[in-house]
């Protein structure tokens, strides 16, 4: 049988940039190109370095290191990794309040109900039922500083739990530097300094570097960063920015000592003009202070960072900018952006590894041969669009639904006019709870769920449906649940004599 690439006329594919999403990519596709017919080529100049933040994942980065094949606890220890069941919200939806967006499901459905149409009407009813976070393992597991694979196995409770991981963002390229040039990828260390075009349909012939060199190739992914070099400086691709709805422009970022055992969860803790990050690796914490420069300046997010934490820094703080948004074509021509020359979502939800991983994905699934069929280019962006749009509704709840008025940047963002999928969302489940999953959407119920009631949204009622069963029978077996879930988190070893016993290659140094 022949193989697609073998009938591609694709045979020089150039990726422009070693940060994540280079790495990632470069890795991925040599991975599965590997038939010897196609070369990879990535590109990176030491001189402008990666932006070298982006230290939290969330679950679906297990699929990415099975794609790969790659030894989770080799990948932990080589990259100073922890694992993460989830996220902490402190002071979003007022100050002093905090709750837990775990990874992972909510109890058991009971005679097809939804478990959270259940636990809805009891906790509306009743003032001894758990909260909710109390039927999610992942999130007891996380307050209870535990950690344990789940099971394969579906009646195990196990299996309910998810998990990613916290990594050092240096070490993780590195790893998939070492990975992907294993696998034949050809790295060059170089300046691009210019891209020519073809004249006939303005497709990327090739690249020119500072040296002089030109590298030429029939398929360009542009993993440059936020410049955009081929997607925007070369294709003009435009970008659609959202700051009206998502208005934090600014970051810095420091790292400090470790001190204590690393939780297995990342915390966001809310400020008066956007929020802080904290970040529990294995020899350090990654910390960092996202706002809005039109409420905060720079010193003061400074001291806000400083603020928050509880050893002192070990590194030089870095200052970024940014513009939340999108690309308006996220595969023009002969070349797709992957990563920051794709677009910008505050990294609130740890999404940006993600919108990676899912253009990879999208592109293998997409990937062209050497006519470039325009059917497949618009899938990928059509697809693409949709996941930041549902990402960025999702971003936007965070800073909608709060009870905050302690500082204009609150008043601000409470007031502001929210897209009419988000509303729609809200509305839905203020009514009778319900939430639904749209098309491949990467938050599911749980997620929604979680971040809904976490900012105090509660429905008027329930579904009727839960009317019909026994109200003493489902009460028992919530009960069941709960008890089961807090003895099986109980049970799991210390998140980090969990590390220490599976990933011990790299015990921190203390
Ligand atoms: P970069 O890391 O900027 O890499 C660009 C590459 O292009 C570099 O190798 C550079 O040398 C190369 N390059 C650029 N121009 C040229 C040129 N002319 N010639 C040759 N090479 C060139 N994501 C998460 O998932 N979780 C998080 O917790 C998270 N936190 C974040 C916090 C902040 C403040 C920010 C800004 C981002 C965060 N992200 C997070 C996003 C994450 O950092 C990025 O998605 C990820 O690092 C990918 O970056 P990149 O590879 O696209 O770009």
């Given at each position: 049988?022949?193989d697609?690439?073998?009938?591609?006329?694709i045979?020089?594919?150039?990726?422009?940039?070693?940060?994540?999403?280079?790495?990632?990519?470069?890795?991925?596709?040599?991975?599965?190109?590997?038939?010897?017919h196609?070369?990879?080529?990535?590109?990176?100049?030491?001189?402008?370095?990666?932006?070298?933040?982006?230290?939290?994942?969330?679950?679906?980065?297990?699929a990415?290191?099975k794609?790969?094949?790659?030894?989770?606890?080799d990948?932990?220890?080589?990259?100073?990794?922890?694992?993460?069941?989830?996220?902490?919200?402190?002071?979003?939806?007022?100050?002093?309040?905090?709750?837990?967006h775990?990874?992972?499901?909510y109890?058991?459905?009971?005679e097809?109900?939804?478990?959270y149409?259940?636990?809805l009407?009891?906790?509306?009813?009743?003032?001894?039922?758990?909260?909710?976070?109390?039927?999610?393992?992942?999130?007891?597991?996380?307050?209870?500083?535990?950690?344990?694979?789940?099971?394969?196995?579906?009646?195990?409770?196990?299996s309910?739990?998810a998990?990613?991981f916290?990594?050092?963002?240096?070490?993780?390229?590195?790893?998939?530097?070492?990975?992907?040039?294993?696998?034949?990828?050809?790295?060059?260390?170089?300046?691009?300094?210019d891209?020519?075009?073809?004249?006939?349909d303005?497709?990327?012939?090739?690249?020119?570097?500072?040296?002089?060199?030109?590298?030429?190739?029939?398929?360009?992914?542009?993993?440059s960063?936020?410049?955009?070099?081929?997607?925007?400086?070369?294709?003009?691709?435009?970008?659609?920015?959202?700051?009206?709805?998502?208005?934090?422009?600014?970051?810095?970022?420091?790292?400090?000592e470790?001190?204590?055992?690393?939780?297995?969860?990342?915390?966001?803790s809310?400020?008066?003009a956007?929020?802080?990050?904290?970040?529990?690796?294995?020899?350090?914490?990654?910390?960092?202070?996202?706002?809005?420069?039109?409420?905060m300046?720079?010193e003061t997010?400074?001291?806000?960072?400083v603020?928050?934490?509880?050893?002192p820094?070990?590194?030089?703080?870095?200052?970024?900018?940014?513009?939340?948004?999108?690309r308006?074509?996220?595969?023009?021509?002969?070349?797709?952006?992957?990563g920051l020359?794709?677009?910008?979502?505050?990294?609130?939800?740890?999404?940006?590894?993600?919108?990676?991983?899912?253009?990879?994905?999208?592109?293998?699934?997409?990937?062209?041969?050497?006519?470039?069929?325009?059917?497949?280019r618009?899938e990928?962006?059509?697809?693409?669009?949709?996941?930041?749009?549902?990402?960025?509704?999702?971003?936007?709840?965070h800073?909608?639904?709060?009870?905050?008025?302690?500082?204009?940047?609150w008043?601000?963002?409470?007031?502001?006019?929210?897209?009419?999928?988000?509303?729609?969302?809200?509305?839905?489940?203020?009514?009778?709870?319900?939430?639904?999953?749209?098309?491949?959407?990467?938050?599911?119920?749980?997620?929604?769920?979680?971040?809904?009631?976490?900012?105090n949204?509660?429905?008027?009622?329930?579904?009727?449906?839960?009317?019909?069963?026994?109200?003493a029978?489902?009460?028992?077996?919530?009960?069941?649940?709960?008890?089961?879930?807090r003895?099986?988190?109980?049970?799991?070893?210390?998140?980090?004599?969990?590390?220490?016993?599976?990933?011990?290659?790299?015990?921190?140094?203390?």
């Amino acid at each position: 049988m022949t193989d697609a690439l073998s009938r591609s006329a694709i045979r020089r594919i150039v990726i422009i940039g070693g940060g994540t999403a280079g790495w990632m990519t470069a890795a991925a596709l040599s991975r599965l190109m590997r038939n010897g017919h196609s070369s990879i080529t990535l590109i990176e100049s030491d001189e402008i370095g990666a932006i070298g933040v982006g230290e939290a994942t969330i679950p679906p980065i297990t699929a990415f290191n099975k794609l790969l094949g790659i030894d989770e606890n080799d990948f932990v220890a080589k990259t100073q990794a922890t694992f993460k069941l989830g996220i902490e919200f402190v002071d979003w939806t007022r100050r002093g309040h905090r709750y837990i967006h775990p990874f992972g499901e909510y109890g058991l459905d009971i005679e097809a109900v939804k478990f959270y149409q259940i636990w809805l009407k009891l906790y509306s009813l009743e003032d001894d039922i758990p909260y909710i976070d109390e039927f999610n393992l992942s999130a007891v597991a996380a307050k209870l500083e535990r950690f344990l694979k789940p099971s394969t196995d579906p009646r195990s409770v196990m299996s309910s739990l998810a998990y990613a991981f916290h990594f050092d963002a240096t070490q993780y390229a590195a790893y998939l530097r070492r990975y992907a040039e294993a696998r034949g990828v050809k790295r060059i260390e170089g300046k691009v300094v210019d891209t020519t075009l073809r004249s006939e349909d303005g497709f990327i012939e090739a690249i020119r570097l500072e040296s002089g060199e030109k590298i030429g190739g029939e398929f360009f992914i542009d993993c440059s960063g936020f410049r955009g070099l081929l997607i925007e400086q070369a294709l003009h691709a435009g970008y659609e920015s959202w700051t009206r709805w998502l208005p934090c422009d600014r970051a810095v970022a420091a790292p400090s000592e470790r001190v204590r055992d690393p939780i297995p969860y990342t915390r966001a803790s809310a400020h008066s003009a956007g929020w802080r990050w904290r970040i529990p690796l294995q020899h350090r914490t990654g910390n960092g202070c996202v706002y809005c420069s039109e409420h905060m300046d720079d010193e003061t997010a400074m001291a806000q960072l400083v603020a928050g934490l509880d050893s002192p820094l070990t590194g030089e703080p870095r200052y970024l900018k940014f513009t939340a948004g999108r690309r308006k074509e996220f595969w023009k021509k002969n070349c797709v952006a992957i990563g920051l020359s794709a677009g910008f979502l505050e990294p609130l939800e740890s999404t940006s590894i993600h919108l990676i991983q899912a253009g990879v994905s999208k592109l293998i699934a997409l990937f062209p041969d050497g006519e470039f069929n325009p059917i497949e280019r618009d899938e990928y962006n059509r697809l693409t669009a949709l996941q930041f749009e549902q990402i960025r509704d999702f971003l936007i709840l965070h800073y909608h639904a709060t009870e905050r008025d302690d500082s204009e940047f609150w008043r601000y963002t409470r007031s502001i006019p929210i897209p009419e999928t988000l509303k729609a969302k809200i509305e839905l489940f203020r009514s009778k709870g319900r939430i639904f999953r749209f098309q491949d959407e990467l938050f599911g119920e749980s997620n929604w769920l979680s971040v809904l009631l976490g900012q105090n949204i509660r429905p008027r009622t329930w579904d009727p449906f839960v009317d019909a069963l026994d109200y003493a029978q489902i009460r028992g077996q919530l009960m069941r649940m709960h008890a089961l879930i807090r003895s099986t988190a109980e049970k799991m070893p210390r998140h980090q004599a969990y590390i220490d016993r599976f990933c011990a290659a790299a015990k921190p140094v203390r």
